[in-house]
């Protein structure tokens, strides 16, 4: 379950026009470099060749950068389990965290020897990737 | 083999010529612009985090009313009750003359969480004393989310309108913090809402392990103690009364038993959970000494004065945790430290004790979610 911003303006007017006008002049430079190919001059090619390439490099970033923001608005509450254990035989039972429950609350009988059981924890599990400091 | 900038950009062609002036229009623009182009790049950054901060915000306003309409099934609409405690204050005491500033600070406290659980009942007039608690707390995580907002918001507002790169630099510096922690009251919310335990609650979740069977008696404010035989040695046991969200006053209940035993007691061990650092694990336990009692320090200052007065040595046990894992749901790693600090506290007690003693064992922390 994630829930996101209803109404959130994701591209200003300026930041669209800076990218197409970046992808123009990118487009531009590569006929450049296209022309200075043709005419034998191979390192103004080369140079407009770079220009354009990184023109167009600039704008999918600035692009991909908007995506990542409009990601960053999304949040997903975590999974709360709660253990429910027999103190007589052991027997085990893990469900979802329901309202009401507690830790040490003493909860429905055990199937197997009919004993109460008692909620024994009540925890969120976050899988977390291997960090290089910690 | 560099080409002359002259040759790069050939005036003899119409693409030339645009490439050329953007290239002059990019140094000017920058040179002359600069800054303010960097104002606006954080006033953006700042305006997106603040919709962010809106939006957990309103939401933690929804949750509220919902939960009260649950539990405490009104018979009016609580959402303008709810709309007008969220603007609540509670003004510290002066400090001019820090004399007694204690005891000043206590009143007030004591003021507002009495004044805070009457609005809770009249907002939720069916709900028992446990929902109650719990319900005062999730009002508390919204009027914090809300203050937050209103906090940015000013700070935003205020560059916006004056331009100033300090006022806004200042804000986005400490905007992932501030994200950090208001992510955190979220989930808090959350977890008050529908009273599950939080990472705080790992003190009172330890006192509870070791008194489980045993009698309790109120010892104080929403505190609980129990008389525990451990290791050869006589446990006072106390914690937060629970399973409502409840901190208690520990350190009115520790100077209760210190003075009931005319001072005759061999240790203190206080177990709360404590800030970590980044790069440590959470979960992580680690011993020193002194009270072990977090919030705004009139426990503390309690405990101090009377561990001075009858020279009781005071030892700490913590369980390290950020902030977000302190008012958030238990994490598994918190919940797995809480045997390995019994371990600890049991160590202590046999280096620190001798057969028969007497000594107080406080769990400290927001008992929500967790019986005894």
Known sequence: MSETAPSTKKFSFFFLAIVFITIALSIAAFFQAFDAYNVGQVENGHFFMLIGVSGLALSTYMVFQTRRRALRLTFTPPRIATTILCQKCGFKNIRDFERGDFIFKETEECPKCKEKMMINSIFREINEKKKRWG | ?372
Do not use: C
């Not at chain 2, 009251?185 to 705080?200: C, R, T, V, Y």
């Open chain 2, 1 to 372: 083999m560099i080409p002359e900038v002259s040759q790069l950009f050939p005036q003899d062609n119409i693409l030339g010529w645009i490439i050329q002036i953007t290239w002059l229009a990019f140094f000017v623009v920058f040179m002359f612009y600069g800054q303010r182009i960097q104002m606006y790049v954080m006033l953006r950054e700042v305006q997106s985090s603040l919709l962010r901060l809106k939006l957990i915000r309103d939401k933690g306003r929804k949750t509220t009313i919902t939960t009260i309409n649950e539990l405490g099934k009104p018979k009016e609409d609580p959402t303008a009750k709810v709309d007008q405690f969220l603007e609540y204050i509670a003004i510290a005491p002066q400090n001019m003359d820090p004399s007694g500033i204690v005891w000043k600070l206590e009143h007030i406290l004591d003021v507002r969480d009495t004044r805070f659980k009457d609005e809770v009942k009249l907002m939720a007039p069916e709900a028992d004393e446990t929902q109650i608690n719990n319900l005062e707390n999730t009002l508390e995580a919204a009027l914090a989310l809300n203050v937050i907002y209103k906090v940015i918001r000013h700070f935003y507002l205020l560059g916006k309108k004056t331009l100033s790169l300090y006022i806004i630099m200042q804000i986005q510096m400490v905007l992932p913090l501030v994200m950090k922690e208001a992510e955190a009251f979220a989930s808090a919310l959350k977890a008050f809402s529908s009273g599950q335990p939080i990472g705080d609650g790992a003190g009172a979740l330890v006192a509870a392990r070791l008194m489980l069977g045993h009698r309790k008696r109120k010892i104080a404010k929403d505190v609980v103690m129990a008389t525990v035989p451990l290791e050869g040695r006589t446990a006072y046991v106390l914690k937060a009364e629970g399973p409502g969200g409840n901190v208690g006053k520990p350190g009115e209940a520790m100077k209760h038993i210190i003075e009931e035993n005319g001072g005759k007691i061999a240790t203190i061990i206080a177990i709360d959970a404590a800030q970590k650092l980044e790069g440590e694990k959470p979960g992580e336990v680690a011993e020193g000494v002194g009270v072990a009692i977090g919030g705004p320090g009139v426990e503390q200052y309690k405990v101090e004065e009377t561990v001075l007065k009858y020279k009781i040595p005071v030892n700490a046990v913590i369980i390290k945790e950020d902030i977000g894992d302190a008012v958030s749901p238990m994490r598994k790693e918190i919940f797995d430290a809480v045997d390995v600090a019994i371990e600890r506290i049991k160590r202590l007690i046999l280096e620190r004790t001798k057969k028969g003693d007497s000594l107080i064992i406080a769990g400290i922390g927001n008992t929500i979610g967790i019986g005894q």
